[in-house]
């Protein structure tokens, strides 16, 4: 999902994205440890896509209005 997709995402939904992300990046962490983890490039991916709707909603909560 592209950022400008994001945007267009609902609070609850960026919330739900972020569960998703976090779920994932815990069940790569496992699979990294008993190294069944074959694209490593996923835990970099799914770190930035948490990065990217935590951005997301902070930018919201200082928005004024």
């Known amino acids: 999902m592209k950022i400008a997709e994001a945007r267009a995402l609902s609070d609850?939904?960026?919330t739900k994205q972020l569960d998703a992300a976090h779920k994932e990046l815990l069940d790569l962490r496992f699979q990294l440890a008993t190294k069944q983890l074959?694209?490593?490039r996923r835990l970099m991916m799914t770190r930035k896509r948490i990065a990217q709707l935590n951005t997301i909603r902070r930018e919201r909560q200082l928005s004024p209005g």
């Open 12 to 14: 609850e939904e960026i």
């Open 38 to 40: 074959v694209n490593h």
